[in-house]
């Protein structure tokens, strides 16, 4: 008894053995948004299987050698490729703590992301006014909706971007808004992987007779 009392003693004077210094779990973030972009990774294997089921059903309508434009696509998938090397910019001037130069690369990489589905919309478009849209055919409504998922992610990064630029302009390179940097680039290098496999398996095997 007389122990745990001065125990209790020791607490209230401050002189506790253990403190909290940090109320936020370490590397806890990070191993959630990576289990996070596993999930992400079954919803677009789904996809892309649902794509290799249907991806030659056209129903006597026009084929993806008929209809893509493959000049365009590797434009596209540029920029996209492009935005990855920006935000690697970023994250290394981020690490020596330069933060206007980390907000220039960031806002670099979110007008190649606005390129990147400013041309994934007009090829949209385009498909759209020939009649070749997702009711269509099997084969038209798999890719819009492969494709489609991948550019509404793109879509949800560009708008954590810019709110992340905010963030980082009203308090600096925090250990917060390092974190938040280091899983938005986490999720960006992602789509960029995934539109990879979105090139080579829709739109390149896609011309294939």
Known sequence: ???????????ADGDAPFHVTEHHPENGTLLGFWLYLMSDCLVFACLFAAYAVL?????GGPTGAELFDLPLVAMNTALLLLSS???GFAMLESQKKRLKST?????ITGL???GFLSLELYEFSHLIHEGAGPQRSAFLSAFFTLVGTHGLHVTFGIIWLITLMFQLGRHGLIP??????MCLSMFWHFLDVIWIGVFT????MGVLP
């Open 201 to 204: 398996f829709v739109y390149l």
């Open 85 to 87: 090397i920006t935000y």
């Open 112 to 114: 190649l992301g606005a």
């Open 1 to 11: 008894m007389n122990h745990n009392a001065a125990a209790l003693d020791a607490r």
């Open 103 to 107: 907000l220039v690369w960031l806002g």
């Open 55 to 59: 991806g030659r059903s056209y129903a």
């Open 176 to 181: 917060e808004n390092s974190r938040r940097l």
